[in-house]
């Protein structure tokens, strides 16, 4: 069966960075894009990028530009996503989603919360 | 990119249809046929229930249905349920090969 697991919840300081990671199977890895999004509590989803395992593309929403690095590991079916220059603001709840390019998301990750606190 | 537009909140009594709109531009919704829906349970991940605007996942109820016209997609909820309460997200592809997500729309059951 299809699973996305991500790393487990994080606690960083204001200007630090994090790294959560999400390992696929239960299928090809690199027949699907994967997609992160971001919840803040009580707020709403938040697309933040994509990767393309199949050759490492990227692309990221204008507002993570210059922030937010995604790599990936082909030999262990996982992708990274990295931001940098954490804020309080960044406290949400972290997903990587399977897809096409489009976010059509039909796998999801369990989450990955992310505390920003001084 | 903005988000896109969708009601804050709808609400409905159990065996009656809702309708969320989900309003966006000719550079999202407007100029591709890849408007997502997605049902969000407290503390769950998103579930995918509408994809291509009117395709639905296998497992998915019938019950849900997607359209779109020009800019604005909507996702019909019929004989409603007790368990549809959960806020709803709709999404597009974009012009510029980025996603985009909808704001968010709480359905409460009566």
């Known amino acids: 069966q299809v699973q996305l697991v991500q790393s487990g919840a994080d606690m960083k300081k204001p200007g630090a960075s994090v790294k959560v990671s999400c390992r696929a199977s239960?299928?090809?890895?690199?027949?699907?894009?994967i997609h992160w999004v971001r919840q803040a509590p009580g707020q709403g989803l938040e697309w933040m990028g994509w990767m393309k395992p199949q050759n490492g593309a990227t692309n990221s929403a204008r507002d993570f530009q210059g922030r937010v690095t995604m790599t990936r590991d082909t030999s262990i079916n996982t992708v990274y996503m990295e931001l940098t220059g954490l804020r309080s603001d960044d406290t949400a709840v972290y997903y990587c989603a399977r897809g096409p390019l489009w976010p059509q998301l039909d796998y999801w990750g369990q989450g990955t919360l992310v505390t920003v606190s001084s | 990119q903005s988000a896109l537009t969708q009601p804050a909140s709808v609400s409905g009594s159990p065996g009656q249809s809702i309708s969320i709109s989900c309003t966006g531009a000719n550079s999202d919704v407007g100029g591709y046929n890849y408007v997502s829906w997605f049902q969000q349970h407290p503390g769950k991940a998103p579930k995918l229930i509408i994809y291509?605007?009117?395709g639905r996942p296998s497992g998915v109820s019938n019950r849900f249905s997607g359209s779109k016209s020009g800019n604005t997609a909507s996702l019909t909820i019929s004989g409603l349920q007790a368990e549809d309460e959960a806020d709803y997200y709709c999404s597009s592809y974009t012009s510029s090969a980025r996603g985009v997500f909808g704001g968010g729309t709480k359905l409460t059951v009566l």
């Open positions: 239960g299928y090809t890895f690199t027949d699907f894009y």
């Open positions: 291509n605007v009117t």
